[in-house]
């Protein structure tokens, strides 16, 4: 009866949530479940609920979608409580002592790249498009290390990528609340809320970067495009901010 759970990786963050609701709709069973610092239960699933949303920016309600139900049914959300995430919802109907019952099978698709600990472009994509939808100007910054591939020659992949972990949680940090992610190798990706003097930014931070022992030398180049005057497309903004960094470390040859 329960086939399409097994399509559910398994993850030992518990990023499955069960619920149950009798004949009536009503809930009668949870399981708990804990996911970005929130404990889900019987207390706050509303604000879970209320946190769910389709590519259309649709909320979600439980309710309508219940309703005659006769077969499952499979759809993704956004989940925008303390992050932006794809949601896996099952609905499927089961009897249990000849009653109707009514099963929801949530999982939570984590996306976080494991070397950085940073998110990755599933989330960026969303992001973008939350900003879009709320109708928001803000900025895209393309970040590219200069010759990091000469620090993998010179010590070895394995310090290298603690390098490239040292870095990268220093530009989480440096440009919070900015939201900061991987979008491949040694190149990163930030969505910038707030007008800023970049180069002033851009400049705190190298000497951030610069003062830890074997990084004095270090450098990166960077290109920003502005939304909406360089493009209204993630990937229009992304090529735009990318030419940008691109002349920018041509320069410096």
Do not use: W
Not at 38 to 58: C, R, V
């Amino acid at each position: 009866m329960f086939d399409f759970l097994d399509e559910a990786p398994n993850n030992k963050n518990n990023n499955n949530l069960y619920i149950i609701r009798n004949k009536h709709r009503n809930i009668i069973f949870i399981s708990p479940m804990t996911f970005n610092n929130n404990i889900f239960n019987e207390g706050n699933i509303e604000a879970f609920y209320d946190n769910l949303y389709d590519q259309n920016h649709e909320r979600f309600e439980i309710l309508k979608e219940l309703i005659d139900l006769d077969e499952p049914k499979a759809n993704k959300y956004y989940f925008t409580q303390n992050a932006l995430l794809p949601v896996s919802c099952h609905l499927m109907t089961f009897l249990s002592n000849r009653s109707r019952c009514y099963l929801e099978h949530y999982y939570l698709i984590e996306d976080i790249d494991p070397l950085t600990g940073l998110p990755t472009r599933s989330t960026l994509k969303l992001n973008f498009e939350d900003q879009i939808h709320d109708n928001n100007k803000f900025a895209l910054m393309f970040i590219d290390f200069d010759n990091f591939e000469a620090y993998n020659q010179t010590i070895g992949y394995i310090k290298a990528d603690f390098i490239l972990q040292r870095v990268a949680q220093l530009m989480k940090s440096h440009f919070t609340p900015n939201e900061v992610y991987r979008y491949g190798g040694d190149e990163f990706i930030i969505l910038l809320k707030e007008e800023k003097d970049f180069s002033r930014i851009i400049k705190e931070f190298k000497e951030q970067i610069q003062k830890i022992q074997m990084l004095t030398d270090f450098d990166f180049s960077y290109g920003v495009a502005h939304f909406p005057n360089n493009g209204i497309k993630l990937p229009d903004l992304v090529s735009y901010a990318s030419e940008k960094m691109k002349s920018q470390k041509n320069k410096k040859k």
